[in-house]
């Protein structure tokens, strides 16, 4: 029998509030012996030096609440956990992350991701986006990450606007609207190997897979900011 219900990489639920995180109590555990994770960590470390571990949440269920939001279950873990399922190692770990679209004067922040990234190496997106870190307000942490990956800041807090999840590298990703104060210069850091402000959304290709849904986010954010008549 057939189910109506979407594919989980199809889910894009709009929030007109913050999402609400439960903490569960227990620390999450890799399906895999701990061990093969411990192992297989280190010699991505041994590869590459811009790797760092650290706490990190992974979810473990989201339903929308009824009131213009969307309550999120998530666990305490590390980030190796996430970072050795590009090697194959299935640990069960589905992240959370952030996702700004970052606008100024009607134009949108995009950046081309660096050769060195881990996943959608040479992909352009919207900027910036990072992991959400256990005990950071989300909107926090992407302010956070627009200054160590644009170089630049908000004008006003950022705003929620939808959640939604990214089949590919399996995430779930708090994707928040931002106005900057002024366009970035070069990339700051190592994450981005170029940023540009682009009028529009003809984001070059290649592109993240999630950026398609990205783009809908921003049509939405444009309508809204157009004078009404």
Known sequence: MSSSKP???DRLIWLRKPARLVVCESVFSPKCDPRIVDAEWDRLRSLDSHLTDGPCWHV????????GGATI?????????????TTGIETGFVGLGVKGI??????????RRATACATYADHWEFAPGGSVEPGEDPAIGIERELIEECAVGALSRPRPIALLFDSVVRNWEIVLEIEIASPPDAPPNWEYSTLRMIDGFDIPAPRSPCTASMIEVAKRINLARQPRL
Not at 73 to 85: G, I, K, M, N, P
Not at 102 to 111: F, K, P, V
């Open 7 to 9: 594919p989980i990489s």
């Open 73 to 85: 279950h998530v666990f305490e873990t590390t980030y190796r956990v996430a970072a050795v399922r």
């Open 60 to 67: 473990s269920a989201v339903s929308r609440n009824g009131h």
């Open 102 to 111: 970052a606008h100024w004067r009607g134009m949108w922040l995009i950046g």
